[in-house]
């Protein structure tokens, strides 16, 4: 295996791939000689190494360009972005994806073992190649095509990139009133871990589902910035109506 | 100790002080009869049995009005609501707030060490009293007074209640497309550890992070519901914010 790449997502997956005994990770590409994990770089798309596979672990923006910039030689080429159809891959003979579902960031190690792999390929044999791959490294492996997989980024933007923007807020308003962060933590995890046991409609709890419309006010009225109120109300109205729809 | 209220936090309280060896539950109010950890129950607030510690934990609403119902007989009286302040309990000369930090669903079993408890108390003398009975079952426990602790019930919805939300509009999109949400689960996990090891804006992701306007549109026009879209761009705009004000 080659991995082209040199963000957060290149550098977890050459990682992970660096353990795998099943897999050989011969080389890594990217522009700025970014080095990880004793693995050779190049920096010159025209000194790749022979591989079976070539995953593009790069921006949303470049699949497509280095894509038509590697030489379709007849071996499997796939990217790992959440929003990008396979069809970017076009230029390729054999192609396909694997699209780690998780947040990747700097400096957080990772249990590969419970990272979700979504897997597409346009031919079964590859298919079945790129299972045999991820299962080296995960056994969560799911079979998504480019249209589902589109939607999973979307779900994956709001239980995730979303929420973390929620826990930003609730940060700002522990700092600006000399409340530590951490008081919230045990709420954060138990909010996470509820969803594992039942759905989050069950799960739902607060002012809005009990349409405590005294405690909402209260609320608006501490929240200084229009922005802020109108993210507080906007969500108490979704939460309101999809637990008011109940009663119809 | 005397609790009173029949509803989760009630519960979940019951629960906790009825294995603590320091503290004695003795009875147990609420108007439904509802029994619970093999404690004594009345309906009827004029046989409350004889204790230090009237503990609340009833609605919001309710707090006031039973708080009033009760005899001032020199006993600690306190509430366990988050956006209520210690005033409410004004008819008693010993009044106090016990406001455990967490989201309380049914059939779901706590760990109570991990739950932190915020204390107050008009005197001294009952804010240790208040201290030592939480220390008997969780080692987290702060002293915020009823101003902050209105904030950090608005900052706990932020966190608990419209984050659960979040993952509800995750759940929509998967159902629609036939994805099972367990697929959800590691990334939903993974947000929220992230963030016991940096702040928020460290740990932030994403297309409305990367100002990556292509995705953000191809997400909106997969979102059919204008409500959902609304809010979509509502997050997406205030990570755009709080991440553009860096470079200023």
Chains 1, 2 share one sequence.
Do not use: W
Not at 217 to 229: C, D, G, I, R, V
């Amino acid at each position: 295996m080659v991995i082209l790449g040199g963000g957060n997502v290149a550098q977890h997956l050459a990682k992970a791939f660096a353990k795998s005994k099943r897999v050989q990770l011969v080389q890594i590409y990217n522009r700025k000689g970014v080095t990880f994990h004793q693995i050779p770089v190049t920096q010159d798309l025209s000194k790749l190494a022979k591989a079976d596979i070539y995953v593009l672990a790069v921006s949303d923006d470049a699949v497509e360009e280095i894509a038509n910039q590697l030489p379709d030689n007849q071996q499997l080429v796939v990217h790992t972005s959440g929003s990008v159809s396979m069809e970017a891959l076009a230029s390729h003979t054999r192609r396909g994806v694997l699209y780690p579902l998780q947040t990747f960031s700097k400096d957080r190690s990772l249990d590969y073992a419970t990272i979700p792999f979504c897997i597409e390929a346009n031919n079964k044999a590859d298919f079945q190649l790129l299972e045999t791959l991820s299962k080296s490294i995960s056994p969560a492996i799911y079979s998504i095509n480019s249209e589902k997989r589109k939607k999973l980024h979307l779900a994956a933007v709001f239980v995730c990139n979303f929420v973390n923007h929620l826990y930003q807020l609730g940060y700002e308003i522990t700092e600006e009133n000399g409340i530590p962060f951490a008081i919230l933590q045990p709420l954060i995890q138990e909010t996470a871990a509820k969803v594992t046991q039942g759905t989050p409609r069950e799960m739902q709890t607060g002012p809005a589902k009990r349409n405590d419309q005294k405690t909402m006010q209260k609320h608006l009225e501490m929240l200084a910035l229009p922005e802020k109120k109108e993210i507080y109300q906007i969500l108490s109205n979704a939460i309101a109506q999809t637990h008011g729809r109940k009663e119809l």
